[in-house]
């Protein structure tokens, strides 16, 4: 009995080794995983072909992945290759893949282009850091998402960061199978979005940032957009244009200042006029123009913190003639009047409307409106959205906004009552700790997304800092079952990770050293 013992040890050990050696770089951790006792030599230029097109189309924003990224050579061929992608109409989930690697080679099947691409992702990791000639072990990777919403929001309006940053964080998303780009473009400080019918409002209400209110107009062009989201769009990732009404207006009303509704001395010219129909006429055109630039079925326009500057509404006189003709009784419902008319607006091109969580009690039609729940503290309203039946997007301040800092010696950024967003709340999520007591997986419920907020981050350098590695807690927060994740393996697989972030020059946090962990500082106040 002791020498059996013995042996089922031996064997048990032996398993969980190579289980850590074929998982110890993936992050998001797949679902399932099982070790088989079959072996592969790794070799100089991974070959990878496939017989369906669609398919083959995926190698070449993969390889520039696998190149830049870890430095692995990519090569695509017809004939026989070491990695074969494969169609299997049996994977019927369009994320989800089927990861092979036997003595003969690596295939990698999926029912969709989509959940091929994650596979290539997941090979990229475990390819990671393993010279020629090393053997790469045996293993069926079987996997998919816990939630079809995995996303970030980066805000450019505060500070603006440009093309090649951009491309580096839709870059670092795929890697981590995020799907889903929530592009903040205008706001107090900056419009950065070019609209040829309206050229001010990024020759004037594009000048300045959150630092420098003199600083020259910055904003991305039609053509620049284009690009990114074709970028974008070749890793799977939705790319989601955000045009912030009836509040956090002011950057377009310095350019037009004839649909200004005015603000508060601390929020001046904060919103647009709700009693002008040449208002609506105006915020129409530019949300037509942004539809021709964004595929996506949605656009997001804020609606919220509307009375940090809506004072003046009670005293324009249109305003008021508003109010008479439509029975308002009150400004709170001016505001919802205006997002009524705005939704209908993006209906008729075509698009879902997406509203911070002030939109849920303006009365809009659950069927055309997506809410992103943002205010931790009051939970009943994300009931109240699901009890509406809107479909409903988690990103809590607490833990997932990633202005807030990320451990309580750190001087720059926010903290709530005390509460920051440390990587361990980050990996936490999604939890009903978060939530008040709400089941983050209750119908409606279609995902995460960290917010990016940036009057904290003013340079590359900070915002690499207040990203990684939360970007990758984030990320298996999406992806990975509950009953399968763990913080420390977790800690662990993130070597491979961390040896990506020096690599590549990005930035980072390093949690598991907090004390000898220089800050990268805020901007000066």
Same mark, same amino acid.
């Not at 995995?150 to 440009?162: A, K, P, T, V, Y």
């Given at each position: 009995?002791?020498?059996?013992?013995a042996?089922? %040890?031996?064997?048990?050990?032996?398993i969980?080794?190579?289980?850590?050696?074929?998982?110890?770089?993936i992050?998001?951790?797949?679902?399932?995983?099982?070790?088989?006792e #079959?072996? %592969?030599?790794?070799?100089?230029?991974?070959t990878?072909?496939?017989?369906d097109?669609?398919?083959?189309?995926?190698?070449?924003?993969?390889k520039?992945?696998?190149?830049?990224y870890f430095?692995?050579?990519i &090569?695509?061929t017809?004939?026989?290759?070491?990695? @074969?992608?494969?169609?299997?109409?049996?994977?019927?989930?369009?994320?989800?893949?089927?990861l092979t690697i036997?003595?003969?080679?690596?295939?990698i @099947?999926?029912?969709?282009?989509?959940?091929?691409?994650y596979?290539?992702?997941?090979?990229?990791?475990l390819?990671?850091?393993?010279p020629p000639?090393?053997? $790469?072990?045996?293993?069926i990777?079987? !996997?998919?998402?816990?939630?079809?919403w995995?996303?970030?929001?980066?805000? =450019? &309006?505060?500070?603006?960061?440009?093309v090649?940053e951009?491309?580096?964080i839709?870059?670092?998303?795929?890697?981590?199978? %995020?799907?889903k780009f929530?592009w903040?473009?205008? !706001?107090?400080?900056?419009?950065?979005?070019?609209i040829?019918?309206y050229?001010?409002?990024?020759t004037?209400?594009?000048?300045?940032?959150?630092?420098?209110?003199?600083?020259p107009?910055?904003?991305?062009?039609?053509?620049?957009?284009?690009?990114?989201?074709?970028?974008?769009?070749?890793?799977?990732i939705e790319?989601?244009?955000?045009?912030?009404m009836p509040?956090?207006? /002011?950057?377009?009303?310095?350019a037009?200042p #004839?649909?200004?509704?005015?603000g508060?001395?601390?929020y001046?010219?904060? /919103?647009?006029n709700?009693?002008?129909?040449?208002?609506y006429?105006f915020?129409?055109?530019?949300?037509?123009?942004?539809?021709?630039l964004?595929?996506?079925?949605?656009?997001?326009?804020?609606g919220?913190e509307?009375?940090f500057?809506n *004072?003046?509404?009670a005293?324009l006189?249109?305003?008021?003639k508003?109010m !008479?003709?439509?029975?308002?009784?009150? $400004?709170?419902?001016?505001?919802?009047?205006?997002?009524?008319?705005?939704?209908?607006?993006?209906? &008729?091109?075509?698009?879902?409307?997406?509203?911070?969580? *002030?939109?849920? /009690?303006?009365?809009?039609?659950?069927?055309?409106t %997506?809410?992103?729940?943002?205010?931790h503290?009051?939970?009943?309203?994300?009931?109240?959205? $699901?009890?509406?039946?809107?479909e409903v997007?988690?990103?809590p301040?607490?833990?997932?906004y990633?202005?807030?800092?990320?451990?309580?010696s750190?001087q &720059?950024?926010?903290?709530?009552?005390?509460?920051?967003?440390?990587?361990?709340?980050?990996?936490? +999520?999604?939890?009903?700790?978060?939530?008040?007591?709400?089941?983050?997986?209750a119908?409606?419920?279609k995902g995460?997304?960290a917010?990016?907020? /940036?009057? #904290?981050?003013?340079?590359?350098?900070?915002l690499?800092?207040?990203m990684?590695?939360?970007?990758?807690a984030?990320? *298996?927060?999406?992806?990975?079952? #509950?009953?399968?994740?763990d +913080?420390a393996? +977790?800690t662990?697989?993130m070597?491979?990770?961390f040896s990506l972030?020096?690599r590549?020059?990005?930035?980072?946090y390093?949690?598991?050293n907090?004390?000898?962990?220089? =800050?990268?500082?805020g901007p000066k106040?």
């Open positions: 009995m002791v020498k059996q013992a042996i089922w %040890l031996a064997y048990y050990l032996m969980t080794a190579c289980y850590s050696a074929i998982g110890q770089n992050i998001p951790l797949p679902n399932q995983v099982k070790i088989t #079959e072996k %592969l030599r790794v070799t100089p230029v991974v990878i072909g496939s017989a097109h669609e398919f083959a189309l995926l190698i070449p924003a993969t520039k992945i696998a190149e830049d430095g692995i050579r &090569s695509q017809g004939n026989k290759a070491l990695v @074969e992608l494969h169609r299997n109409p049996d994977i019927v989930k369009e994320e989800a893949y089927k036997a003595s003969t080679g690596i295939s @099947e999926a029912g969709s282009a989509q959940g091929c691409f596979g290539l992702q997941s090979l990229l990791q390819l990671d850091g393993l000639g090393e053997m $790469l072990q045996g293993a990777i079987e !996997d998919e998402p816990i939630y079809p995995r996303g970030l929001m980066l805000d =450019e &309006s505060r500070h603006f960061f440009g090649s951009v491309k580096q839709l870059d670092m998303m795929a890697i981590h199978k %995020l799907n929530h903040h473009l205008t !706001d107090v400080p900056g419009w950065r979005i070019e040829k019918k050229p001010l409002l990024t004037v209400g594009g000048t300045g940032n959150h630092t420098n209110p003199d600083a107009a910055s904003y991305y062009t039609q053509e620049q957009i284009t690009e990114i989201v074709r970028y974008a769009a070749e890793r799977f790319v989601i244009p955000e045009i912030d509040g956090h207006a /002011t950057a377009a009303v310095k037009y #004839e649909f200004s509704g005015g508060s001395a601390r001046p010219e904060f /919103t647009f709700p009693g002008k129909d040449a208002t006429t915020l129409t055109d530019i949300l037509r123009e942004v539809a021709e964004f595929p996506t079925n949605y656009i997001h326009i804020g919220d509307v009375h500057g *004072e003046k509404w005293v006189p249109e305003v008021k508003l !008479d003709e439509n029975s308002l009784r009150d $400004l709170v419902a001016v505001e919802h009047y205006f997002l009524d008319r705005m939704a209908d607006s993006i209906r &008729s091109i075509g698009r879902h409307l997406i509203g911070w969580d *002030e939109v849920v /009690t303006a009365g809009m039609k659950p069927d055309n %997506l809410v992103m729940w943002w205010r503290d009051k939970p009943a309203l994300l009931k109240e959205a $699901l009890d509406n039946k809107y997007v988690l990103c301040r607490i833990p997932l990633f202005d807030f800092v990320q451990h309580e750190h &720059s950024g926010r903290k709530w009552a005390g509460q920051f967003a440390p990587v361990e709340s980050v990996y936490a +999520f999604p939890s009903e700790k978060f939530t008040g007591g709400v089941s983050p997986f119908t409606g419920i995460i997304q917010n990016v907020w /940036t009057e #904290e981050i003013h340079s590359r350098e900070r690499h800092f207040m990684h590695p939360r970007l990758s984030l990320a *298996e927060a999406a992806w990975t079952h #509950e009953n399968r994740k +913080f393996g +977790f662990n697989r070597k491979g990770m972030y020096e590549k020059n990005i930035g980072f390093d949690f598991r907090p004390e000898n962990a220089i =800050e990268v500082p106040k």
